[in-house]
Structure formats: C-alpha cells, structure tokens
C-alpha cells in the first residue's frame, strides 16, 4: 500500500474544497437569478367594474355609479405641443387571440389615420398582462405624426368575458418638447395598476 505525501494530500483537500466552493457559488447565482425572473414576472391586473372618474387641472370628474368609460381620448400638452392620448376597453370574444384583437385594432387605424407605415412592432406589457405594441407614422396633411399603440387582452373582475385595453397616443415627433414622450408614455403605462 502506497501512502501519499503529506503535501499531496493537502493540494487535493485545497482542490476539492475549491471545487466545492466553485458549486456553492454556481448554486447561489442560480438562486439568485430564480429570484430576478420572479420578481421580473408581472402580475396581471384586472379591470374593476368601479365608477369612473378622472381629474382635469384639480377638479375630480366622477361619473354615477353604472357608468362605464368604453373610450377616452384626450389632448395633452407637453412643453406647449399637443398631445393625443387615448384609452380604449370593450368586451372580446372569449376565444379571441390577442394577435386577432391587435390586429383589428391596427385596422381601425387606417380610417383615422389613412395609410400607416410600420415602424416597429413588438411584445410587452400592459398593466401586467402579456400585450403587442405598434410604432407607426403617418401624415396629418403635410406634417408627419407618430403613433403608439398598445393593446392586451385584460380579465375583467365580476365579469365573466375579458376585455380589451388598449392605449394609444399621437405626436408630431419633429417638435423638441416631444423628443421623450414616448419614454414618458411608457413610464405612465407601467404605472397602471387596479386600485
């Protein structure tokens, strides 16, 4: 029987413990980055049958009780340049895939805007819930516009059919005080949440 040095045997203790270190920290990324993906994974939120409401400059606007916005379009101002932005939710067929919605919506475009070209179409999220989005231009006379529109398929609370949520907006991307909107748009649309 052959004994190893004492010196070989401590090199193959400092390598084994090194390889055991090197699993435990593997381990431990692998954990961590389990909890990343978790805490990245959005919870999707429901549109509530609550009354509707909405504040314009300070003055709270509420509507009685039963009725429902369907869509809502309005005009904002940012650095003096106007804004268009607008919320829209109805009733889908239980059956209806996101793509089919998106697309329909993308149609009922061309008679408000004309032709739209394309620029960029994409996957996110909107109020939790898995959506498609569409950055496109068109022409408003002579002057071009941007559009953004986002849209998911949203479950509806005390009510059986989903619903569809869309929010769009328009701006003449050409003006300086506009140069970020879209980044605001988005910061606001990450915003939404059920209350």
């Known amino acids: 029987m052959r004994r190893t040095s004492l010196y070989d045997r401590i090199s193959e203790r400092r390598l084994a ?6 699993e435990e920290a593997v381990r431990a990324a692998a954990q961590r980055e389990r909890e990343l993906i978790e805490v990245a994974i959005p919870v999707p939120q429901p549109l509530l049958n609550a009354p509707c409401s909405f504040n314009f400059g300070g003055f709270q606007f509420s509507f009685p009780e ?4 369907s869509a809502i379009e309005a005009t904002v101002e940012v650095g003096g340049e106007p804004v268009v932005v607008s919320i829209q939710r109805r009733d889908v067929p239980e059956e209806a895939t996101l793509a089919e919605v998106f697309s329909e919506a993308v149609k009922a475009l061309q008679p408000l805007h004309g032709a739209i070209q394309v620029i960029r179409h994409y996957e996110t999220v909107l109020a939790g819930n898995a959506a498609l989005a569409l950055d496109f231009h068109f022409r408003e006379g002579f002057e071009e516009r941007h559009g953004r529109l986002i849209g998911a398929l949203v479950p509806a609370v005390d009510h059986n059919q989903r619903q569809w949520l869309s929010a769009g907006c328009v701006i003449d991307s050409e003006k300086q005080a506009l140069k970020l909107w879209l ?3 988005d910061v606001m649309l990450e ?3 059920s209350s």
């Open 17 to 22: 413990d090194e390889a055991l270190a090197r």
């Open 191 to 193: 915003g939404l949440a």
């Open 66 to 69: 039963g009725f429902r916005y």
């Open 183 to 185: 980044l605001d748009f």
